[in-house]
């Protein structure tokens, strides 16, 4: 007769917080968002250490590996820069046709999508919002209320990221606060 071994897990979350073995940490300050938001004039006047989001990340198989998936939180905190809601960077996936999930934990925001026509539409997040993102569409996040905003993600471990034709080219669209209120402004 075999045995079998019951493990408890290694890697939890809990509300926004992932922690666990193997649980990668990158933060983006004011000073890595160069060329993201219109207003240089405004981000040069924040204190580049500034924190705009932070994530933390699961990568439980080497990156290109086929089949695998990996999993993370963002945490992307409330300001803007000029009139622009603090943002995540945006990218499409390398690999053009993969997939991704978002899912609101805690806060307020909006997720923006670009095709490749340079289409641009967003959906508001909120705690319990459920995201799928389609292949081929660049995607970003805006924190538009006045808390943390908290998001989980799901993405196959051989998408890969493209940030480069967002920092070369920009989204076709910005999401500004206009009389208190974000609006899409097409650009």
């Known amino acids: 007769?075999?045995?079998?071994?019951?493990?408890?897990?290694?890697?939890?979350?809990?509300?926004?917080?992932?922690?666990g073995e193997g649980v990668e940490s990158a933060t983006r300050?004011?000073?890595?968002?160069k060329g993201i938001f219109r207003d240089t004039a405004a981000l040069d006047a924040m204190s580049?250490?500034?924190?705009?989001?932070?994530?933390?990340?699961?990568?439980?198989?080497?990156?290109?590996?086929?089949?695998?998936?990996?999993f993370g939180i963002t945490s992307l905190y409330p300001g803007k820069v000029g009139d622009e809601y603090f943002m995540t960077k945006g990218h499409f996936h390398a690999a053009r046709d993969r997939a991704e999930f978002y899912w609101g934990l805690t806060g307020e925001g909006m997720l923006l999508f670009m095709d490749g026509q340079r289409n641009v539409r967003a959906e508001k997040m909120s705690p319990g919002s459920l995201h799928y993102i389609p292949?081929?569409?660049?995607?970003?996040?805006?924190?538009?209320g006045d808390g943390l905003l908290s998001f989980a993600a799901c993405w196959p471990s051989d998408a890969g990221h493209n940030y480069g034709e967002i920092a070369e080219n920009g989204f076709a669209g910005r999401l500004i606060c206009i009389k208190g209120f974000p609006e899409l402004v097409l650009i």
């Not at 300050?29 to 968002?33: E, G, H, N, Q, S």
């Not at 989001?53 to 439980?60: A, C, D, G, T």
């Not at 081929?136 to 538009?144: F, K, Q």
């Open 48 to 70: 580049p250490d500034a924190i705009v989001y932070e994530v933390k990340s699961f990568l439980p198989v080497p990156e290109g590996t086929p089949g695998g998936l990996y």
């Open 135 to 144: 292949g081929g569409v660049a995607h970003r996040v805006a924190n538009t």
């Open 1 to 19: 007769m075999s045995s079998l071994t019951i493990n408890q897990p290694a890697l939890f979350f809990t509300g926004n917080h992932l922690i």
């Open 29 to 33: 300050r004011a000073k890595d968002l």
